[in-house]
């Protein structure tokens, strides 16, 4: 079995697309948040496209996710802006 351990490191301060390419995305660091801040993590490049999250109100630090998204990742920050960090391993 193969298991990914590591991933480029895609920083966002908005909403938007996180690879165009399949991968695994590994999980996210918030290095920074306002208060009510949120984000859904979506399997695609468009908002439109299936969520794999809820909306989650994440706290500063790693967030492990450990998600296969077939189609690329997109993210849709709301309510305020949020400094995450995504570690995405295309293939």
Known sequence: MQRVESGTPINRTDTGVVSIAPGTLLGFYVNNKNVGATLVIADGTAASNTAITGTITPLIG???????CRNGCYITIAVDAMDITFFFAAG
């Open 62 to 68: 790693f967030h492990r996710v450990g998600a296969y």
